[in-house]
């Protein structure tokens, strides 16, 4: 999802792009939507063959793989550790190893639950889930590897991701997996009371934020928040959508691990020329549309 949008957006500034990443029917259609010719290496980062097959040869990596959902690692924690950690020290051992930049795509959900808002990037790392705690092991093997080994090595903390492509379903995000049941004339599931709050991002905006980094020479061993602000509640933006497609909204018990949410300081990319142009309720409206929702 934010690899195909990425991919597309340095393809077309003229970068040479390969992609590693583990096949499905959906991460084949995100990379046939990018607009130009970028290489493609099907496999695992838990896979340390591919990975330093995939990365020889290149400049900079952007590390985004990962398993993300919060309801499977609380089913599989395992599963997640290997993925998210040892395929993280694939990564880093390979990029160690050919001397060449790692961006990596860490988590908000790395913070836990703050009772300061908006958090800093020195805030303690509190994780709540499995999940969680995955990001925050990679989080800080990615600090200890531009400590220890001088990786030169940014690493991006951004509040969670929105827009087209998208995974619905299991497994998905709240927007597509909303949009989703409207689509499908079934009720839209909101867990516990729906007044916890998420940070939001559309996947345009982030790919600038990485964009930005790409650019700059002077972000080793940075890491950098990136958010927008808007913090709306899951109720928000159940609401939103029954209001706009007609579907009803349903409530269900509380998640584990879940955490009532916070809001990001990113002062410090705002302070290197970020801003993000897409309004929350006009981003969804926009994936609404795209996905023929309403």
Not at 29 to 34: F, G, K, Q, T, Y
Not at 68 to 92: C, H, Q, Y
Not at 185 to 212: C, M
Not at 233 to 257: C, L, M, Q, Y
């Amino acid at each position: 999802f934010q690899g195909g949008h990425l991919a597309d957006r340095w393809v077309r500034a003229g970068h040479d792009i390969t992609i590693l990443n583990t096949y499905s029917s959906q991460a084949e259609r995100n990379i046939s939507a990018v607009a130009g010719d970028v290489r493609t290496v099907w496999g695992s980062v838990t896979d340390k063959e591919i990975v330093d097959k995939t990365v020889r040869g290149h400049d900079v990596v952007v590390h985004l793989a990962a398993l993300i959902n919060v309801d499977d690692s609380l089913e599989g924690p395992r599963s997640f550790v290997d993925v998210n950690v040892g395929g993280t020290v694939n990564v880093l051992e390979a990029a160690r190893r050919e001397s060449c930049r790692v961006i990596y795509a860490s988590s908000c959900e790395v913070y836990g639950h703050s009772e300061k808002s908006p958090v800093a990037e020195d805030a303690e790392i509190r994780p709540h889930s499995p999940y969680a705690a995955s990001k925050a092991g990679a989080d800080r093997l990615c600090f200890a590897y531009n400590k220890s080994y001088g990786l030169d090595l940014t690493i991006m903390r951004p509040c969670n991701v929105y827009g087209t492509h998208q995974k619905s379903g299991r497994g998905g995000a709240v927007i597509p997996i909303f949009a989703g049941l409207a689509a499908e004339g079934k009720p839209l599931r909101v867990f516990g009371d729906g007044s916890q709050q998420r940070e939001y991002i559309n996947v345009l905006d982030l790919v600038s934020a990485y964009d930005l980094v790409l650019r700059r020479n002077d972000l080793t061993g940075a890491v950098l928040n990136v958010g927008t602000g808007e913090t709306p509640s899951i109720n928000d933006i159940a609401t939103f959508i029954s209001e706009k497609t007609g579907a009803t909204i349903s409530h269900e018990p509380s998640r584990p691990g879940e955490v009532r949410g916070f809001s990001l300081n990113s002062s410090r990319i705002k302070e290197l020329g970020f801003a993000p142009e897409i309004a929350f309720w006009e981003g969804v409206e926009t994936y609404l549309d795209a996905n023929g929702s309403t």
